[in-house]
């Protein structure tokens, strides 16, 4: 498929997602908070029944029919979740339930293996929760000592203050690739190679990023990448951590019981090779079925095409925020062609609360988010409780933008007539 102008993909995928036909509160329903989850395409949906239906077995353990066919779409999603990124190896792709735990294997495995007092990790004052209190733990239980890389002037990484940070004694740097706030766009490929420098390790927090646009592992050179299935399309209870063989390899599993041991006995045990040394137990077989078909879905449409049309609306959406007054946007402003950060807009309105703001908002069939997004300690450097957040995906359209402006500025005068 080649470059697709606006119109054509949102007509061409918006029939894909049954569940954006319906209505909420009598009105059509406008959604708008794909930063927290994105909607899913049929072919999930059926991909998800025809395995329960027809499918349903353990997979690796059987040598039924039914078993070898799990088997086979289980690891088929594998394969293909490997070449959405362009992992080196198979084996180097591990099923999780989602980012969150993909994350704690790597802190509870490796960092607890490899990291000591006076160690020095590094991660940003935009993290998500997920990237930030497994390593406070971590950093508690040995010792070593967590800093921040802050913001710039436009609410950006700071990688001038990043460079100042690294040193011998940095071990880790974990780093979110696009804020789920501010929707910076952070410069990967160069934390990493600084990092590299400094003979530390690199994770990466794609949540935002691998369902937007094309993402390169070989090419950043991270040591770990984490993302979470139902931000790309995928059902919710699935995700994958990528890691470097070598490291994987070198890591000690942090789960214990069936799939990831090759032998047991009443005193030892021995480990069953990659990737299945971390995926012990029965693992979500229907969802990581369904994560395939969503790669399968996202790449048929081409992640280029998808990022262009995502930066038409990105500009088109800052253009119409520009006319409402008493707004306050985090994070950097697009180029007039949308480009420099995420397709969402986290904003706060002078004088009214983002929870009565959303609540209303959702009378008029629009779906925002409210709160602080996982980002209490960014929202504390902002002087915000919490902010709004629209956030919008392949399937939107300048017509529910032009929706939710209009929506948002009724909103605006309706709190402004009750405080006359």
């Known amino acids: 498929m080649t470059a697709i102008q606006e119109k054509n993909l949102a007509?061409?995928?918006?029939?894909?997602?049954?569940?954006?036909?319906?209505?909420?509160?009598?009105?059509?329903?406008?959604y708008l908070d794909s930063a927290a989850t994105s909607q899913k395409p049929k072919a999930v949906l059926e991909t998800?029944?025809?395995?329960?239906?027809?499918?349903?077995?353990?997979?690796?353990?059987?040598?039924?029919?039914?078993?070898?066919?799990?088997?086979?779409?289980?690891?088929?999603?594998?394969?293909?979740?490997?070449?959405?990124?362009?992992?080196a190896s198979r084996q180097e792709i591990i099923y999780t339930r989602n980012a969150t735990e993909a994350i704690n294997i790597v802190a509870y495995s490796w960092g607890l293996t490899n990291l000591k007092?006076?160690?020095?990790?590094?991660?940003?004052?935009?993290?998500?929760?997920?990237?930030?209190?497994?390593?406070?733990?971590?950093?508690?239980?040995?010792?070593?000592?967590?800093?921040?890389?802050?913001?710039?002037?436009?609410?950006?990484?700071?990688?001038?203050?990043?460079?100042?940070?690294?040193?011998?004694?940095?071990?880790?740097?974990?780093?979110?690739?696009?804020?789920?706030?501010?929707?910076?766009?952070?410069?990967?490929?160069?934390?990493?190679?600084?990092?590299?420098?400094?003979?530390?390790?690199?994770?990466?927090?794609?949540?935002q990023s691998v369902p937007h646009f094309p993402i390169n592992v070989q090419q950043i050179d991270c040591d770990w990448l984490v993302a979470s299935g139902h931000k790309m399309c995928a059902p919710t209870g699935i995700g994958f951590l990528y890691g470097k063989k070598e490291i994987l390899d070198a890591m000690p599993p942090f789960f214990g019981g069936g799939e990831m041991i090759a032998d047991v006995y009443l005193d030892h045990f021995t480990t069953n090779e990659l990737p299945h040394k971390f995926e012990a137990g029965t693992p979500a077989i229907g969802e990581?079925?369904?994560?395939?078909?969503?790669?399968?879905?996202?790449?048929?449409?081409?992640?280029?095409?998808?990022?262009?049309?995502?930066?038409?609306?990105?500009?088109?959406?800052?253009k119409k925020l520009a006319d409402v007054p008493k707004l306050r946007i985090y994070g950097p402003k697009p180029t007039l062609e949308g480009k420099g950060r995420a397709a969402l807009a986290s904003f706060n309105v002078e004088g009214i609360h983002a929870s009565d703001l959303s609540t209303l908002l959702d009378h008029e069939g629009i779906a925002i988010r409210s709160g602080h997004h996982c980002t209490q300690p960014l929202h504390r450097l902002l002087h915000a409780s919490g902010s709004a957040r629209a956030s919008l995906y392949l399937y939107n359209t300048r017509e529910d933008i032009d929706r939710f402006i209009v929506a948002l500025q009724d909103t605006i005068d309706f709190f402004g007539g009750m405080m006359e």
């Not at 894909?16 to 406008?30: A, E």
């Not at 991660?123 to 890389?149: C, F, Q």
Request: with cysteine.
């Open 11 to 30: 007509d061409k995928v918006r029939s894909d997602f049954p569940i954006l036909n319906q209505t909420v509160h009598d009105k059509p329903l406008i």
């Open 288 to 318: 990581a079925i369904a994560l395939g078909a969503a790669v399968d879905y996202l790449m048929g449409l081409g992640m280029d095409n998808i990022h262009a049309y995502e930066e038409e609306l990105t500009a088109y959406l800052f």
């Open 117 to 207: 007092a006076g160690d020095e990790i590094i991660l940003t004052v935009m993290e998500h929760h997920s990237n930030l209190v497994p390593w406070r733990i971590i950093a508690e239980r040995t010792g070593a000592i967590i800093k921040y890389v802050g913001l710039t002037e436009t609410e950006t990484f700071d990688l001038e203050q990043y460079k100042t940070l690294l040193n011998e004694k940095t071990k880790l740097v974990a780093v979110v690739h696009i804020s789920n706030t501010l929707g910076c766009i952070n410069p990967v490929e160069e934390i990493v190679t600084l990092a590299h420098q400094m003979g530390a390790k690199v994770l990466i927090d794609a949540c």
């Open 48 to 87: 998800l029944q025809q395995y329960y239906q027809h499918d349903n077995a353990n997979v690796h353990r059987g040598a039924h029919t039914l078993s070898v066919r799990a088997t086979e779409g289980y690891e088929a999603a594998r394969d293909k979740v490997a070449k959405f990124i362009n992992a």
